[in-house]
């Protein structure tokens, strides 16, 4: 079985860090890109970053660029990890993770597995 599922989540002031992590299980890094994606209530989800190993790419929408790192680890922890700094109040989402086959897609709904959904709360 596949399984995207790890300890993460929190509140945390303004301008603080917190360091997202989801495990990975049943799918290999080289066939499958991960992504961190979020969802404000009442607003669509919205992909905040990517990163795929096949071709070794990365993506980060503007809104996190600079303030947020994805990095993942497939020898020793297989997991995906998303380093969020310098977090701001709009930041507040419910952050997923998720995979989808080979290459990162913005396209939400093609996305294969998910994580279950943590939420992050960052205070002013």
């Known amino acids: 079985d596949v399984q995207l599922a790890g300890v993460w989540g929190g509140l945390v002031q303004a301008g603080g860090s917190l360091r997202l992590s989801c495990a990975v299980s049943g799918i290999s890094f080289d066939d499958y890109a991960l992504s961190w994606i979020r969802q404000v209530p009442g607003k669509e989800r919205e992909v905040v970053s990517c990163?795929?190993?096949?071709?070794?790419?990365?993506?980060y929408a503007d809104s996190v660029k600079g303030r947020f790192t994805i990095s993942s680890d497939s020898n020793t922890e297989n997991a995906v990890f998303l380093q969020m700094n310098s977090l701001k109040p709009e930041d507040t989402a419910t952050y997923y993770c998720a995979a989808h086959a080979v290459f990162y897609t913005l396209q939400i709904p093609q996305y294969h597995y998910w994580g279950q959904g943590t939420l992050v709360t960052v205070s002013s």
């Open positions: 990163t795929s190993k096949s071709d070794g790419t990365t993506y």
